[in-house]
C-alpha cells in the first residue's frame, strides 16, 4: 500500500472523507482541518495513482482552476535527502501553489514543505523543504527545475 498526504490551503471539506473512500484503490482516508486541509490517504498503487487522487479531490472541492496545494508527501522509501532553500519575491501565493502541484507530479520528489501563511501572504520570503531522490537527481537539479518553473 503506498501513502499520500497533500495540504491544502482550504477548510472547506465537508463529505470529502467518504467521497476519497469510494474511490477503487483507497483503504483508509484521514483528514485534519486546522488552518489549512490535511489529507492523508493510504491507496494501492495499482489501482489508483497520485495524480487521480489530486485530480478527485480537487475537483470535489471544487479547487480544479485554483492552484491550492501548499506541501505533500508522497512517503517513497530509498535514498532520499533533504533540500533546504528559500524564495525571495514570490510575485504571489498562486505562484507558489501552482510550482507545488508541478513539484508533486514530478517522481523524484517525495515530500515539499514550506512556511506558507495565507494570513501574512509570506510571499517575500520563502522556505521551503524538498526531499528527492539522491538516486536520479541531486540538489543542483533541483534548484534548476525550481528557476525553471518561476520563470
Same mark, same amino acid.
Given at each position: ?20 473512500? @469510494? ?17 492523508? =490517504?493510504?491507496?494501492?498503487? @495499482?489501482?489508483?495513482? =497520485? ?17 491550492? =496545494? ?15 532553500? @528559500? ?22 520528489? @517525495? ?34 527545475? =525550481? ?5
Amino acid at each position: 500500500m503506498a501513502k499520500l498526504t497533500l495540504t491544502i490551503d482550504t477548510i472547506m471539506y465537508y463529505g470529502l472523507e467518504q467521497y476519497i473512500e @469510494s474511490l477503487e484503490g483507497v483503504s483508509k482516508v484521514l483528514i485534519t482541518n486546522k488552518t489549512y486541509l490535511i489529507i492523508t =490517504i493510504t491507496y494501492d498503487d @495499482s489501482k489508483i495513482d =497520485i495524480n487521480t487522487l489530486k485530480l478527485e479531490i480537487l475537483l470535489y472541492l471544487n479547487l480544479s482552476k485554483t492552484p491550492s =496545494i501548499i506541501g505533500f508527501n508522497k512517503y517513497k522509501k530509498g535514498n532520499y535527502k533533504e533540500y533546504k532553500t @528559500s524564495i525571495n519575491d514570490f510575485c504571489c501565493e498562486y505562484c507558489l501553489k501552482n510550482m507545488l502541484e508541478i513539484l508533486l507530479s514530478n517522481p523524484n520528489i @517525495s515530500a515539499v514543505t514550506t512556511d506558507y501563511n495565507a494570513d501574512t501572504c509570506n510571499t517575500k520570503k520563502l522556505n521551503m523543504t524538498i526531499t528527492y531522490n539522491l538516486d536520479n537527481t541531486n540538489s543542483k537539479e533541483i534548484l534548476k527545475l =525550481i528557476n525553471n518553473i518561476l520563470d
